[in-house]
C-alpha cells in the first residue's frame, strides 16, 4: 500500500507501475531543485521569458492575511457590499445578477471553484446573487444569459489579466448594446462594471471609476489566478469566509510541498510519476477522473494549467527539445464517463494513465434524514464505482476465449481522495497540482509561465476576420479562400 497524506489529502500510488523507491531512484530531479522550490514559494522564481517574478503563491498568502485580518480591502468591501445588497444599480435597484465576462484562467478557475464550493457560503448572504459566466467568443453564453437577467440589476465583470482579449471584449461590447436603452453606457460603466486585471491603466481609459477596480500584480499568470482577485466570482457565490478558507487550504498544500520529503509529498510524486509514466512507459496522456460532481470542472480547469504550462518544445532559455514534455491532459466526469469513454478506457488499444479524484463523504445540510441517508448511499454508489473501474483497468480480467470480454489492464492511476470536499481541501487540490505542474517544467527545463504559442493564432484569426469583414481578396490556401468566401456569403 503507498499511501502519502498532506494537510486534507491523500495520495494513494500502489496502481502505479512502480513503486515509490524505484521511482525516487529513476526519475532524479535536477541538482538545485530545493533551491528552486524555495524560490518559487518566495515568489522569486524567475519566468525568464517574461522577465518577471512567478507570485501567484504570495497572491494567495497577501490576499487571504488582509482580508481575513481587516475586512476593509476594496475586495472585501465589494464582496460584502453585493452579498448583503447594498450594491445598487444606476437606477436605484439593487444588484442580483453578477455576469463574469472572462476566459481561459480568467474564467476556469473562478467558474470551477464558484460550482464547486457553492454550498459552503456560510455567512447566509441577505441577497443571494445569481453568478453567470461568459467566455466563448462566439457570444454563446449570452444567448442563454441575457434573456435572464436585466440590466438594472446586473453587474458586469470584466476579467482580463491583460485587459485586452479580443473574446472578453466581443462579449463586452455585445453587452455595451443589450443595456440600452435601460441604462447609458455612462451608467452602466459607473454602477454595473468591475474591472478586474493586472492594467489599471487599461482599466482607467476603458472608463471603469478606480474604485470599482481589483489589481493583481503582473507576476500571477493567468492559469494560476483563482487565488488573486479573478476569484471575485467565487467569493460573491460563496461568501468571503469561504474564499478565505480555500485560500488557507492552497496555503497548506504549500507547506506540505515546501517541507515534505520526496517519498512523502503529494505534488513531487504526482510530478515524478507523470514524468515516468512519459518518459519510460511512453504514455502521451493523463486522464482526470473526479467522481464528486461538485469537481466536473476539474477536468477542463487542469488542461490549460498543464497545457498551457508545459506543451511546449522550447527550454526556458530558448532551446530546441526533442524529448517528451508535457502530456495531453483530457477527462470528464468518472460517473458519467462510464457511460461514455470508458469502453475506450477499458478494452481500447491507447495507453493512458489517469488520476482519479475521491470524496469519501458529504453532508447534505437542508435534506430530511431520510433524503440525507439517501444522498449518503448515492455517494457511496460513487465511490464503490470510482474503485471498481480504477482496479479493473489496473489489474483487468483476462479472457483469451473471448476477445470482447477482454479487459487488458495494466494503465497506470493515481487515487487523490479527501473524507469531505471543503473549501480547504479544494484549496489543496489545485494547489497540488499546480506544485506538480511546476516540477514537472523544472525536470523538463521548460519556463512553465509563459504561453507563447497561443500567439500566432491570435494574430492570423484578426487577419482572417479583416478578409471576413473586407471581402478582401486574400492569399489563403484554397480551402481558407473558399470558406471565407462562404461565410460572406459571396458563394
Ligand atoms: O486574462 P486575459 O489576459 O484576458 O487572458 C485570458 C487567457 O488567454 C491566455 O492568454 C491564452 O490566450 C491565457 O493564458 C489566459 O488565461
Redesign the pocket.
Known sequence: MALVSGAGLTLDVSYQNTPINTLTETVTLPEQFDQTRQLLLKGEYLNVSEGRHVTHILSRSIHAVSSAKNRDTRFAKMVNKLRSGRWLGATGKPITAVVNI???????GPNMGSFALKEFADDAALNELDVHFVSSMDGGQLYAVLPIIDPETTLFII???????I??FANVDTVREWIKPQLTEQQWLQDHVIGV???AVKMNDYGIPPAHQLTFGEGV???F?LWSA?GLPIALSCGLRTFERMLSGARAMDEHFGSAPAAENIPLLMAMYGIYNRQHLGINNLAILPYDGRLRMLPNYLQ?LDM?SNGKQATADNQAINYATGPIIWGGFGPNGQHAFFQHLHQGYDEFAADFVLVLKRQAPGFNAQVANKLADQQQLSVANCLAHRQLMKFGSDNPESPRDHYPGGHPSSLLFMDELTPETFGELIAAYEHKVFVQGVYWQLNSFD?PG??LG?KCAVDILQALQSGAKTSYDESTVTMIKKARGDE
Not at 476579467?159 to 482579449?165: P, Q
Open positions: 472572462g476566459v481561459g484562467g480568467s474564467d476556469l476579467a482580463s489579466k491583460s485587459f485586452g482579449t473574446d472578453t486585471s493586472s492594467n499568470g493567468g492559469r489566478s479573478i490549460q498551457e504561453q497561443v500567439e491570435k
